[in-house]
């Protein structure tokens, strides 16, 4: 067998008491299926793909230690011996694949989304709309003893350890930092005073356990908040937990509500992993770095470096459960990369749907949706090879159907290839080489630059049309003026864009196309480093500044042209962009100057530029382009062919629906359509 590419990824670690079978830590996801006792036998299933996967060690969603340090009403906790047969679901299943899971404590404080929130003070987050009752100095110890009880039932319940969650803003981190924390008896005043919580809860924790039980406390290594810690006391709080008894620290990077990107796709790799590498050597415990570390060898490099002993993936093992037996295999072509959208986790999540994939569907739903081999090998062909033709394809060969796949153009990926143009979405190459791999792997035939006519498709057993969108035309006068461009125009074809541009549509593809066109073309798709990264949010990557940003200014990102982005409701533009990354979005394109005006109606086109109107007032916009990012219509051309000749076929992604259309809906359906062939 060849030796590993990943030699310091599948190192063994062994903390004295147990040994973890290599260096990745599934890091804590809350998927929703934890909040349910009907859904445990599902997040059973989604643990064993994993712990099968093999991953080194799991962490489970947070659990509350108390009804005040829930996330939500009736949100996941663990208080009672009552919930043990639930979570023995999950540690059985777990251990009988070989693998280990600690469970995560965590209190949600003031980020709680119900009216019994708690704090170390009574201050409003900005994320939630309840302001927190300050815990009494009895307060406080009732709430650690809720953290005792939690571990010692997550024992009994069989898990391997816990995770202590003192990071992102939650609780803990709202006692540590004087951000909230503006108390003057025993947890607070002092920065030793305000991190003794979390000693307490380690300490109690480790004295209720046992010595034989792993305890990871999450500790807020970057508060990316101007009062936020000071790197002394990030170190001084790191010693307090282990000599408490910790047995790994785990890095946080960023309250939630911090207002720099921490994890989105825009957030190059490995960006933060320099964090946790500076605290190495002040304390002797094994570190964990976390943050966009998506891909074996993105780890591997941390790991060589010495940044950290382990590191924690959270959402590459949604996107891919057998990540780490890939890795070992040396086979990591064939890994199904995060692409940090977050369009299927964290925006589930926060909009308290069951989290799952946008590149896989199954995560979250392996009980589901299955792709069992088919009873009978039938002929498929698929027109088509965008996301949702892909996943078809790819879905109905590994079942055993003999698929066809045909494009029209040279190259598989549909729109991917256009939104892999945009910078910031380098990532969405991953997905292209997934399954540009995947096709081989199943034995998909390839028909490439292959336009698809009714006559194409005799003698199929099944038909699937994935045909995808094409761009709205709104019907403005002067809408074929040479001054209009699409977006394809523009992004596909290459089109001249002058120095003053309208764009028509504020949706996603507007946001992008705005980003796309403020960028100077020569650097448009490369991706950032981690240190102009750094430079562009404000982040003192030397760790001098107070919560790694106080007094540190943002380099300025002007767009290199002058760009209005235009939409005709009222709301905020880019409101319908996802719940956890929309923000990032709406703060790029300010940063760079652009303008964007909402509750417009266009009048017309002409040489002049575009005729608008808003609030009761004419305006001419003086441009030399005006691009129309006017969302989509599918492309039903065949289908109607196929109608009129009576021939059976399904409709899949954009062919099927343009309106709200993604690349998430689109793999999805492609996936469950080919699973019931
Ligand atoms: P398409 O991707 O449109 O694929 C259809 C394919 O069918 C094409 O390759 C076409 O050539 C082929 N075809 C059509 N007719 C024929 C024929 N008669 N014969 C042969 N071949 C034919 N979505 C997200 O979820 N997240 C994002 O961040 C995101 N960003 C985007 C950024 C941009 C700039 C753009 C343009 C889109 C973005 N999208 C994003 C949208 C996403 O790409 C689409 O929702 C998705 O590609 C739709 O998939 P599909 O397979 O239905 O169609
Ligand atoms: P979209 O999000 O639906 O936006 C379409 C825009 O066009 C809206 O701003 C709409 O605003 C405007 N519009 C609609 N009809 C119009 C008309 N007749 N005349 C003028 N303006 C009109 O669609 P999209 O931007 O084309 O994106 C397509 C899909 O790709 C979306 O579903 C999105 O989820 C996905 N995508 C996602 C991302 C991401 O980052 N997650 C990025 C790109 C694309 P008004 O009606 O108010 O004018
Ligand atoms: Fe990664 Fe997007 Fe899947 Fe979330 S939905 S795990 S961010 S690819």
């Not at 808003?614 to 109607?640: F, P, T």
Request: charged share 20%; with cysteine; aromatic share 6%.
């Amino acid at each position: 067998m060849k030796p590993t590419s990943y030699p310091h990824l599948l190192a063994p670690l062994n903390l004295g008491f147990t040994t973890l079978r290599n260096r990745v830590l599934m890091g804590s996801m809350h998927t929703g299926l934890e909040d349910r006792a009907k859904n445990y036998p599902r997040l059973a299933a989604y643990f064993r793909e994993r712990a099968e996967g093999g991953v080194g060690l799991m962490v489970t969603g947070g659990m509350a230690p108390t009804i005040r340090g829930w996330l939500a009403p009736l949100a996941s906790s663990m208080v009672s011996k009552r919930q043990l047969p639930r979570h023995r679901l999950v540690t059985e299943a777990v251990h009988g694949a070989g693998g280990k899971i600690c469970m995560q404590i965590l209190h949600a404080g003031r980020y709680g989304y119900h009216p019994f929130v708690v704090s170390s003070s009574d201050q409003k987050s900005p994320i939630s709309p309840f302001r927190p009752r300050a815990l009494s100095a009895r307060g406080v110890e009732r709430e650690i003893a809720g953290f005792v009880r939690a571990a010692r039932l997550a024992r009994e319940a069989g898990y391997d350890g816990v995770e202590i969650m003192g990071s992102e803003g939650y609780l803990i981190n709202q006692f540590t930092t004087a951000h909230v924390n503006d108390r003057d008896d025993q947890w607070g005043g002092s920065s030793a005073a305000r991190y003794r919580i979390a000693e307490e809860i380690v300490q109690r924790v480790r004295e209720a356990v046992g010595a034989d039980f792993i305890i990871i406390y999450r500790l807020s290594m970057l508060d990316l908040l101007p009062d936020g810690n000071d790197w002394s006391e990030v170190v001084a709080q790191a010693r307090a937990v282990e000599a408490a008894g910790a047995s790994i620290i785990n890095t946080g990077i960023g309250w939630h509500e911090a207002r720099i990107p921490t994890i989105a796709t825009m957030v190059p790799r490995g960006a933060f992993s320099f964090v946790t590498a500076q605290l190495k050597g002040q304390v002797a415990l094994p570190l964990v770095a976390t943050n966009r570390i998506n891909t074996p060898q993105v780890a591997e490099d941390v790991l060589a470096r010495g940044d950290a002993d382990m590191v924690s993936m959270a959402r590459p093992l949604l996107a891919d459960p057998e990540f780490v037996n890939k890795a070992s295999h040396n086979e990591a072509h064939r890994i199904n990369t995060c692409i940090a959208c977050n369009q299927a986790c964290l925006d589930h999540t926060f909009k308290n749907q069951i989290a799952s994939c946008l590149v896989n569907p199954r995560a979250c739903h392996e009980t589901e949706l299955n792709y069992r081999p088919a009873a009978q090998r039938r002929t498929v062909a698929v027109v088509g090879a965008g996301p949702a033709g892909l996943a078809c394809s790819t879905v109905a060969a590994e079942r055993g159907h003999e698929v066809t796949l045909f494009d029209q153009e040279p190259a598989i990926g549909g729109q991917f290839n256009l939104a892999r143009s945009i910078p910031g979405k380098e990532e969405f190459d991953e997905t292209i080489r997934y399954f540009e791999q995947r096709l081989a792997d199943t034995g998909v035939q390839l028909a490439l630059g292959q336009r698809v006519e009714p006559e194409t498709l005799q003698g199929f057993d099944e038909i699937v049309l994935a045909t995808g969108v094409h761009p709205r035309e709104p019907g403005i006068p002067g809408i074929d003026h040479p001054k209009v461009l699409s977006y394809l125009d523009v992004l596909k074809h290459g089109a001249e864009v002058g120095e003053r541009v309208a764009i028509i549509g504020a949706g996603g593809i507007g946001f992008d196309v705005a980003d796309y066109l403020a960028h100077d073309p020569e650097h448009a798709s490369s991706s950032l480093s981690a240190e102009a990264f750094a430079r562009e949010w404000g982040i003192d990557r030397s760790l001098e500044a107070r919560g790694g940003v106080a007094g540190v200014t943002a380099e300025p990102v002007p767009a290199c042209r002058e760009i209005t982005l235009l939409q005709r409701k009222d709301s905020k533009p880019g409101k319908g962009l996802g719940k956890t990354t929309g923000w990032v979005h709406r703060l790029n394109l300010k940063r760079r100057g652009i303008q964007a005006l909402s509750g417009v109606s266009y009048e017309r086109i002409d040489d002049a530029g575009l005729h608008i109107q808003r609030n009761g007032q004419s305006e001419v916009l003086d441009v030399d382009h005006v691009i129309v990012c006017a969302g989509q219509l599918s492309n039903r051309d065949l289908a109607s062919q196929l109608d009129d000749r009576g021939v059976v076929h399904h409709l899949i992604g954009g062919a099927f629906e343009a309106r709200e259309l993604d690349a998430k809906h689109a793999i999805r359906q492609g996936s469950e359509l080919a699973a019931g062939f």
